[in-house]
């Protein structure tokens, strides 16, 4: 074992680092807001709201992210006319891709607020909106939480996937020290204890929410 | 006030719920509404205020058509109160948050406004001393009485109830009764689903009586409960009564 060969190379590796975690943060943030938009169109009754959103969400569910990602790096270019970084693509591909899994999340937190809280947003005059935003989305938001958490390590595990536009997030580097050094044991093995730490760290900070949030409901 | 022509409303084609319901409710007047349980006097409430789309006839509030086009149905849901059998307090938040969301949403009143009358409305349910705690943290009454102010917030020229005291403990269904009668007394008008009959009895002007549907007796009080036309009144008020 040559643990020597991390400390050499600790810079390079942990600002591939930094960009998986702003490649995360973006993933995540965008897609939950773009998902809540489109999880709430998806329960709209009005056809020209349902109907293209329905068909946004089946589609990209249908696809591989590896794909999207491809296709948002190759093709925004040739429609734009203009060239795009790799993290922008990626940061792209991401959202336009989670956001459809994030809004079948929300669709089923909205859900399972009762109906009886809606006629009250909606009895007291608030818009269809309002009583989304103040009285549904809230309460929706604190079931949704274990599902959030689970889903956004899930997204935080594939950003890797960014290495095949050549984005030197730091799986990718982590395989560019060993294309080097020729040390995969090391450097895999400290790869995959990264992963754990970050990832059992957002599950347990999501089981604590959830706890937090029982303790308020009694 | 509220003028209800042919009415008739159906979930989907099996289910028709209301059969061409008339009534006229004048300005001021309590009414009470009854019948046996899946009769669509809940499905009748909603339709007043446009929360049940109904597909005949239509529904004028102060002559304005509920269901109209150029209505602002939003405006005028401000107008009209609803109290509802399970509170349905907004769980998230407390107590003068759930009372202050509309006035300040809705009307447009500063948050400062709001909160004074709202602290006001709670004095007058008597439970000014819950306005900082969670619905969770009230008894059902006490949560009722919260929902009934959180609707006089807007200064409703009508409240609707769908059977308020149902959910409720039996001890606690006096303080949500009291109330509801002093609001009467104020001369709002108010259009109550509820089988309380000593209540209906003391403060309803006119008694709804529907089944499957249809409105098979609307009389004043009185004469509601002494002599009551049809057979199925007489069964339902026999046990009703026991
Ligand atoms: N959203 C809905 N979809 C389908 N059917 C419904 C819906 N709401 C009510 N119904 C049906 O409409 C009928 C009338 O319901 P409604 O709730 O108006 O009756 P109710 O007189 O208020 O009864 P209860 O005393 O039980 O509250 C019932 O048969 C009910 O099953
Ligand atoms: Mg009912």
Same mark, same amino acid.
């Given at each position: 074992m040559d643990v020597d060969v991390i400390v050499r190379n600790a810079p390079f590796i942990f600002g591939g680092l930094y960009l998986t975690a702003q490649l995360a943060v973006f993933a995540i943030g965008g897609g939950l807001v773009l998902g809540i938009l489109l999880g709430a169109a998806r329960l709209s009754r009005q056809p020209w709201l349902?109907? /293209?959103?329905?068909?946004?969400?089946?589609?990209?569910?249908?696809?591989?992210?590896?794909?999207?990602?491809?296709?948002?790096?190759?093709?925004?270019?040739?429609?734009?006319?203009?060239?795009?970084?790799?993290?922008? #693509?990626?940061?792209? =591909?991401?959202?336009?891709?989670?956001? #459809?899994?994030?809004?079948?999340?929300?669709?089923?937190?909205?859900q399972s607020v009762s109906k009886g809280q809606r006629m009250a947003g909606l009895s007291s005059g608030l818009t269809g909106v309002q009583t989304l935003r103040h009285v549904i989305l809230p309460q929706a938001l604190r079931t949704m939480v274990p599902s959030l958490v689970t889903h956004s390590v899930v997204i935080?595990?594939?950003?890797?996937?960014?290495?095949?536009?050549?984005?030197?997030?730091?799986?990718?580097?982590?395989?560019?020290?060993?294309?080097?050094?020729?040390?995969?044991?090391?450097?895999?093995?400290?790869?995959?204890?990264?992963?754990?730490?970050?990832?059992?760290?957002?599950?347990?900070?999501?089981?604590?929410l959830e706890r937090k949030n029982r303790e308020r409901k009694v | 006030m509220i003028e209800i022509e042919n009415v008739s409303l159906w979930y989907s084609k099996q289910t028709r719920v209301l059969f061409n319901i008339d009534a006229?409710?004048?300005?001021?007047?309590?009414?009470?509404?009854?019948?046996?349980?899946?009769?669509?006097?809940?499905?009748?409430?909603?339709?007043?205020?446009?929360?049940?789309?109904?597909?005949?006839?239509?529904?004028?509030?102060?002559?304005?058509?509920?269901?109209?086009k150029q209505t602002d149905i939003h405006e005028l849901r401000a107008g009209i109160g609803m109290v509802f059998q399970h509170f349905e307090l907004?769980?998230?938040?407390?107590?003068?948050?759930?009372?202050?969301?509309?006035?300040?949403?809705?009307?447009?009143?500063?948050?400062?406004?709001?909160?004074?009358?709202?602290?006001?409305?709670?004095?007058?349910?008597?439970?000014?001393?819950?306005?900082?705690?969670? /619905?969770?943290?009230?008894?059902?009454?006490?949560?009722?009485?919260? =929902?009934?102010?959180?609707?006089?917030?807007?200064?409703?020229?009508?409240?609707?109830?769908?059977?308020?005291?149902? =959910?409720?403990? /039996?001890?606690?269904?006096?303080?949500?009764?009291?109330?509801?009668?002093?609001?009467?007394?104020?001369?709002?008008?108010?259009?109550?689903?509820?089988?309380?009959?000593?209540?209906?009895?003391?403060v309803a002007d006119e008694i709804i009586f529907m089944d499957k549907g249809r409105i098979l007796e609307h009389a004043d009080t009185a004469s509601f409960f002494d002599n009551p036309r049809h057979d199925r009144t007489r069964q339902f008020l026999s046990r009703i009564l026991r």
């Open positions: 349902y109907y /293209p959103v329905s068909a946004y969400v089946h589609f990209f569910r249908g696809l591989p992210l590896l794909l999207v990602i491809f296709w948002l790096y190759f093709l925004i270019p040739v429609i734009t006319g203009r060239s795009l970084n790799e993290f922008a #693509a990626a940061v792209i =591909a991401f959202i336009v891709y989670e956001a #459809a899994y994030f809004s079948e999340i929300v669709r089923a937190g909205i935080f595990q594939d950003t890797s996937l960014a290495y095949v536009i050549g984005l030197r997030e730091f799986l990718r580097r982590v395989n560019l020290v060993d294309a080097r050094e020729a040390r995969s044991l090391e450097l895999y093995l400290f790869a995959g204890l990264v992963y754990f730490i970050l990832c059992s760290a957002g599950t347990f900070t999501g089981k604590r | 006229c409710i004048g300005h001021g007047r309590k009414v009470v509404i009854c019948g046996p349980s899946g009769s669509g006097k809940s499905s009748l409430l909603r339709c007043i205020n446009g929360l049940e789309s109904f597909q005949e006839g239509r529904i004028l509030v102060d002559g304005i058509s509920v269901l109209a907004y769980p998230h938040m407390t107590v003068l948050q759930n009372i202050t969301l509309a006035p300040v949403r809705v009307r447009r009143k500063s948050l400062a406004d709001a909160e004074t009358h709202a602290r006001r409305l709670l004095e007058r349910v008597g439970i000014q001393e819950h306005a900082a705690n969670y /619905p969770e943290e009230l008894s059902g009454g006490q949560q009722q009485r919260v =929902a009934i102010a959180r609707a006089l917030a807007m200064e409703p020229k009508l409240m609707l109830f769908d059977e308020p005291t149902s =959910a409720l403990d /039996p001890e606690m269904i006096q303080e949500v009764l009291d109330v509801m009668t002093d609001l009467a007394k104020e001369g709002m008008t108010m259009v109550l689903v509820t089988h309380e009959m000593g209540f209906a009895r003391e």
